[in-house]
């Protein structure tokens, strides 16, 4: 396969475009200094990304605000600290807040020259709006949480995404995933049989961070660290021919 054998890339937003650790840090690690909890942001993070997946999976139907919202109350109790009302909705409300990558924006553009570009994300319509300013780019189609009622890793986003793309006619073999998220897009991804592409935001940090480790081994069909490295090799696929 060749990054120039497709006609359009599906993105997942948060972690891959937006960065969704440094807006979930910037609410929990100053609540978790008010309690005088001995957690550093990595700590915090991951011990967060176990209650985020879980509420996903067990409440599908709420939307991305409050599924912030009861992750960061089950996080109170498994650390042992309070989180008032106000504490949850800081995090429920936070997401127009978190900051995109600072290579996002123009690596779209110039991918958008080549691609249709689509969001799968887990989030609601409302708070993808907010960070789509913040991207800059107009996406052919954005299917998120709240549209198809559940969360990834659910396949049910991946088979709304591949009915999509057959709606727009595109086909499997021309549609390319491109995620940060092993356990939240490429297990479900290789899954649905399609090929991916894994924006390694964390290739210098140990551990899974926000995400939870993947349940199952999967190589994605390409990486790289960064969205600009990525829009840069396929431009220099593109001259090659």
């Known amino acids: 396969m060749r990054l120039t054998d497709f006609d359009a890339l599906s993105f997942d937003c948060y972690g891959t475009l937006i960065d969704w650790e440094a807006g979930i840090a ?25 209650h985020e997946a ?4 067990g409440h599908p139907a709420e939307p991305y605000p409050a599924i912030l919202a009861r992750s960061m109350r089950d996080l109170g109790r498994e650390l042992g600290a309070a989180v008032s009302e106000q504490d949850a909705r800081a995090l ?7 900051p995109a990558f600072a290579d996002s924006a123009a690596a779209l553009r110039r991918l958008a020259e080549r691609y249709q570009l689509i969001i799968l994300s887990n989030v609601d319509r409302e708070s993808f709006a907010a960070s789509n300013r913040r991207l800059g780019v107009t996406f052919t189609s954005i299917l998120t949480a709240q549209d198809i009622g559940s969360y990834k890793p659910s396949p049910r986003n991946f088979d709304a995404l591949t009915a999509e793309a057959a709606r727009l006619g595109i086909g499997r073999d021309r549609l390319l995933h491109v995620a940060q998220s092993l356990f939240h897009d490429h297990v479900p991804a290789r899954q649905a049989g399609l090929p991916a592409v894994w924006i390694n935001r964390r290739h210098d940090r140990a551990g899974w961070g926000a995400t939870p480790a993947p349940p199952a081994a999967v190589v994605p069909d390409w990486e790289f660290p960064s969205m600009a490295a990525f829009a840069e090799a396929v431009e220099a696929e593109s001259e090659h021919g």
Request: hydrophobic residues 45%; aromatic residues 8%.
């Open 92 to 98: 429920a409300d936070s997401v127009p807040d978190w």
């Open 54 to 57: 879980a509420a996903e999976a």
């Open 26 to 50: 910037a609410v929990l690690s100053p609540w978790a200094r008010s309690h005088g909890l001995d957690r550093d942001t990595e700590t915090l993070l991951a011990a967060y990304s176990r």
